[in-house]
């Protein structure tokens, strides 16, 4: 079974910087391996509608952000086979506080179908 694991979340001050980790592990049962036209990095807030953080194209590294994270969140990819894919959070603020989900867009799939379990970035003021 492929799953993603991410790691990197906790507690920090506004202003403060995480990074966050995710990559894929494991094979389906035909012996395949992730393959994945985009990986994406979501959060969900409570009380709030999931949102799409930021997302990295994989054959290309075409990045895309969401208006509230501009020009403070970076995605960025290393080891191609596995997907490990970051999201460095620098100048945190008390609104980014929320579970962080990394995602996947497979190949033959039509939206993100394959989720890692999230973590928890909590931004005290």
């Known amino acids: 079974q492929v799953q993603l694991v991410e790691s990197g979340g906790g507690l920090v001050q506004a202003g403060g910087s995480l990074r966050l980790s995710c990559a894929a592990s494991g094979r389906t049962l035909s012996g395949r391996t992730l393959a994945a036209h985009a990986m994406g990095w979501f959060r969900q807030a409570p009380g709030k509608e999931r949102e799409l953080v930021a997302r990295?194209?994989?054959?290309?590294?075409?990045?895309?952000y969401g208006d509230s994270v501009k020009g403070r969140f970076t995605i960025s990819r290393a080891n191609a086979a596995r997907y490990n894919v970051f999201l460095q959070m620098n100048s945190l603020k008390p609104e980014d506080t929320a579970v962080y989900y990394c995602?996947?867009?497979?190949?033959?799939?039509?939206?993100?179908?394959?989720w890692g379990q999230g973590t928890q970035v909590t931004v005290s003021s």
């Open positions: 995602a996947a867009h497979q190949i033959g799939a039509s939206e993100y179908n394959l």
């Open positions: 990295i194209r994989w054959a290309n590294g075409e990045t895309y």
